[in-house]
């Protein structure tokens, strides 16, 4: 079964309000109410839940508990990602601090840094580790996933090392593109980018 | 003109690009050196950049500073934009130490939050002010342009205070979907649902 990179897309955002939903203690909800929510169509909800296949019945509404299962096993959110954090600046710091990552999926297990300064300092309960042995251990602990949170001009370096360890999927806050080879996952987070779409508007 | 959403989103990363590029000292680029550092088609690249017309002759390139400048006029951040963040927790913290908003086209001018014991601290540069002024500060000096960094369950609320005193455009970094009157714009960053966008593929 192939499902299009843009559904795929979507579905963190359907599980993040299904999540909530549940703490509010509903039992079902419908893709009127996530549409609501989300504002996305209904329309457009109930073609992206039908991929997956036998939720719900016209007019019954969604079980939340069952659908919230279904499409973490589809993310393959079900199990828990280890996350090694590169930077541990500001923003690695506020990273690893974060306590939002632990019940959707990932542990974030690694924090390195180039500065002799910062290995060694404890940050949000981790010890900074130096860069020379990063390669290593992500290699010896099959990490998969990374955040890189380094200054632009070290991005490409940093996420060829990863790459080279076996991550294979990294999400990158430096305010840069970098390249990677095929097969390997990149998303980005630049709050720039984001304020700059919508001042267009203003 | 009415130049489709898509494409404006895509301009912020032209415009990284193209800043990198001036930076490496190129007076000069092509559609397949900016595709080439973006993983987006030389193809798409001329067709949105001709949505504003006039940039280079087939086969000359396009001017970098003249393709920045006209980019950055589009976009509106040739001007700066005064930026309130609300949250000044970790998140918030590293978000008013960051160094890259200001010479893309914003400033912050205001760290607010609602704990007695943050307000007074300086971070970042900023005194952090209370949330009880908030309001009356964002109408007064007409500030338009704010980011959260609050928990979820006031994400909402605090959203509701900002529209209501005059922000036009939030950047949310709560991971929770907030609702907005029609007309004011909302983009959002939970790293979460990034990472769970790249699980699927692993």
Redesign the interface.
């Known amino acids: 079964m192939s499902i299009p990179d843009i559904v795929?897309?979507r579905?963190?955002?359907y599980?993040?309000?299904l999540r909530?939903l549940q703490q509010e203690s509903n039992p079902v909800t419908s893709s009127h109410e996530l549409g609501r929510?989300?504002?996305i169509s209904s329309a457009q909800i109930r073609k992206d839940l039908s991929h997956f296949g036998g939720f719900g019945k016209q007019g019954t509404g969604y079980q939340i508990e069952f659908l919230i299962e279904r499409l973490e096993a589809?993310?393959?959110?079900n199990l828990e990602?280890m996350?090694a954090v590169v930077g541990a600046g500001?923003?690695g710091?506020?990273?690893s601090?974060?306590r939002?990552?632990q019940d959707?999926?990932?542990r974030i297990a690694y924090l390195f840094d180039i500065s002799p300064e910062k290995v060694g300092q404890r940050i949000?309960g981790f010890e900074v580790l130096p860069m020379s042995g990063m390669s290593e251990t992500i290699r010896r602990d099959g990490v998969?996933?990374a955040?890189l949170a380094v200054p632009?001009e070290n991005a490409q370096f940093v996420a060829d090392q990863l790459v080279e360890a076996g991550v294979?999927?990294i999400?990158n806050y430096a305010?840069?593109?970098i390249?990677v080879p095929e097969g390997v996952?990149i998303?980005?987070?630049?709050?720039?980018?984001?304020?700059?779409?919508?001042?267009?508007?203003?």
Chains 1, 2 share one sequence.
């Open positions: 795929i897309g579905l963190p955002l599980l993040r309000a909530r929510r989300l504002d589809v993310l393959q959110v990602w996350v500001n923003l710091s506020a990273i601090h974060y939002g990552f959707r999926g990932f949000g998969k996933i955040m632009a294979q999927a999400l305010p840069i593109n390249i996952q998303q980005y987070i630049d709050p720039v980018t984001h304020l700059q779409r919508m001042t267009y508007y203003l």
